[in-house]
């Protein structure tokens, strides 16, 4: 099925864990082990383990910051042992929209908490740049993010990132 394939490709392409296309490098220390939670189902037959993995960040002038992620994994009992496994669709919920003046995003409902409060940061960042002076926006502009469930959406971030030298340092101040 599609959900095996692509874990089978991030697996092989040694993206499981990757997520350089967020501009993060994954530290496999104690935290892999980390356990944050696990639910059993009420039958015993599934499970859902979340996990926290570090990852660490280059924040420029040779400095990193450590970011910690949580990862939810699931597993399903198969005829002899626990098999990792593609999650229920409700595990996601129905799709979401949050519409700003210049950002609009889709997400699943289970991302909620924390789209909104990203949501509000990438649209104050992004009015604050077309009101830069010397800085135009077009007047249709929009950007349109979408935090997609698909299975291979993971794999298909790993050519986001970009340096953020010449685009904008942490305190929000843009460079020309």
Known sequence: DEWSQAQRDLLNA???FDRSGFGLEWV???AETAVLSQTLSPELTAAELTTLQNYSLD????LTQTVQLARTDVYRLGADRWLYAPPEPEFWGET???EGQLLSVRYPARDEAIVQRLAADLEAKLVQVCNTEGYECPSDARVRLDFSSRPNSLRQTTTLFFPTSGAADFSGTIWR
Do not use: A, F, R
């Open 28 to 30: 496999p220390q104690v």
């Open 96 to 98: 979401q929209t949050v």
């Open 14 to 16: 040694g993206l499981l």
């Open 59 to 62: 924040i420029g002038n040779g």
